[in-house]
């Protein structure tokens, strides 16, 4: 595709379940970041691959939050046992290599935790 | 620990005014870049930076890097209403090598006509 697309859009869970967050990055992107963010606030770095492995995975907050990548595509961001506090938008990023090149982001997917 | 904060979280004015919008660390970045992000969208690049003092135009919008590439600062000149969103700045700390981009905490614009 074009850009970024991340699925689903908007997802309502209940406590205690869990969630999968899909991400596809902007083919021949090597890089991609997920990132969460509460209402008006900046951007909370949670995991970082270059290819298929995440050299920097220091920002996951618990180890009920996890995320693959396979085929140097597509992510996927689990979050196990849902907490209230989960709720926020998950955004994701690619880029073609590294850090300092343009980073595009998609429109996120708002988790709500009831 | 967040190592790149800005300047003010919130700010609200009217159009015609002009504004600066700060982003402070004391970790030294070999790049910084700003994005604007509106509601409901992800963040969208403005400008990349890489040289100390280094000073970009973007038509009514400033940015500088600072000499010591530890802070950048972005001026709006004549705001819009179309500039209202949130502003972030964002770090590379190890000169594009396999590092992740550190963003700040953002500042909230709202341009009041």
């Known amino acids: 595709g074009a850009g970024v697309s991340q699925s689903p859009s908007n997802k309502v869970t209940e406590k205690g379940k869990d969630v999968e967050l899909r991400c596809d990055p902007i083919s021949g992107h090597t890089a991609l970041y997920w990132y969460r963010q509460s209402l008006g606030q900046g951007l909370e770095f949670l995991i970082y691959?270059?290819?298929?492995?995440?050299?920097?995975k220091s920002g996951l907050p618990s180890d009920r939050f996890s995320a693959e990548r396979t085929g140097g595509s597509v992510s996927t961001l689990t979050i196990q046992r849902t907490q209230q506090e989960d709720s926020a938008v998950y955004l994701c990023?690619?880029?073609?290599?590294?850090?300092?090149?343009?980073?595009?982001f998609g429109q996120g997917t708002r988790l709500t935790v009831v | 620990t967040q190592l790149l904060e800005q300047s003010p979280q919130f700010l609200s004015i009217q159009e015609g005014e002009n504004l600066t919008v700060y982003c402070n660390s004391s970790?030294?970045?070999?790049?910084l870049q700003w994005y604007r992000q509106e509601p409901g969208e992800g963040p969208v690049l403005l400008v990349t930076v890489v040289t100390g003092g280094e000073v970009k135009k973007l038509k009514r919008l400033t940015f500088q890097f600072g000499d010591a590439r530890k802070d950048s600062s972005l001026h709006i000149t004549a705001a819009q209403t179309g500039d209202t969103g949130l502003y972030l700045c964002a770090g590379d700390q190890n000169g594009g090598a396999t590092n992740k981009l550190i963003f700040g905490t953002g500042t909230l614009l709202a341009v009041q006509p």
């Open positions: 970790s030294v970045f070999s790049s």
């Open positions: 691959f270059q290819g298929n492995s995440a050299p920097d």
């Open positions: 990023a690619s880029s073609l290599r590294h850090s300092n090149t343009e980073a595009f």
